[in-house]
């Protein structure tokens, strides 16, 4: 839900400006952010090839910075059992925790898009819940398909990700709108322009 200030908050919001991802409502999970689902399902990818690869049982993985250096340090993978799917648990887990860390560093002011900092989209009602969904989307990809490559991984995800959708009881495009639209003035405020800060009036900090 950030843009450099060109677009307008509705337009980002309902996903019908130049970039696809948006919000769906579902009447059993609130408002789902696309692509919140997708960055997080994209990281525990990354995160499961890192472990399934590893040479060794102890090893870092570093990262793009956000704010400060970040660096993932594994230590005693040994303990880890394939047959329960340890690997793909502790990816989707690392990848929620980077979302997290991610939400915190858009509230110190992050820069990554236009120069602009992104304080409007830190701790957005939706975000973590679309985060923890796409870690359990990738999840569930992963144990199921221990041996997955990245390009059958993007093939599956968005006939895993519409299963839950449909599972949350997703709504169509005309109700997500609707729905926003109640909302405006509690949740967001469309008078206001982004970067704008308080662009989003209502933020939840609960990191579960």
């Known amino acids: 839900m950030f843009n450099d200030g060109s677009a307008s908050v509705v337009g980002s919001l309902f996903g019908t400006s130049d970039e696809v991802n948006g919000l769906i409502f579902t009447n059993k999970g609130g408002f789902i952010d696309t692509a919140h689902v997708r960055d997080t399902a ?13 040479e060794e049982n102890s090893y870092e993985v570093n990262l793009t910075p956000e704010l400060r250096e970040r660096r993932i340090v594994f230590e005693n993978l040994d303990q880890l059992n394939s047959d329960n799917h340890d690997e793909a648990k502790l990816a989707a887990l690392m990848a929620f925790r980077l979302a997290q860390w991610h939400e915190i560093a858009q509230w110190f002011g992050l820069v990554s898009v236009g120069g602009f900092k992104e304080y409007p989209s830190a701790f957005s009602p939706e975000d973590l819940y679309s985060n923890m969904l796409g870690a359990l989307i990738a999840y569930e990809i992963l144990k199921i398909n221990p041996e997955i490559k990245q390009e059958a991984f993007v093939v599956l995800f968005p006939d895993y990700f519409r299963k839950h959708l449909k599972m949350l009881d997703a709504q169509d495009e005309d109700t997500t709108i609707a729905k926003l639209k109640e909302i405006d003035g509690i949740w967001w405020d469309s008078s206001k322009r982004l970067p704008n800060k308080w662009v989003v009036k209502t933020r939840d900090y609960h990191f579960s």
């Open 42 to 54: 994209d990281f525990a990818f990354y995160l499961y090839r890192s472990l399934k690869q590893r």
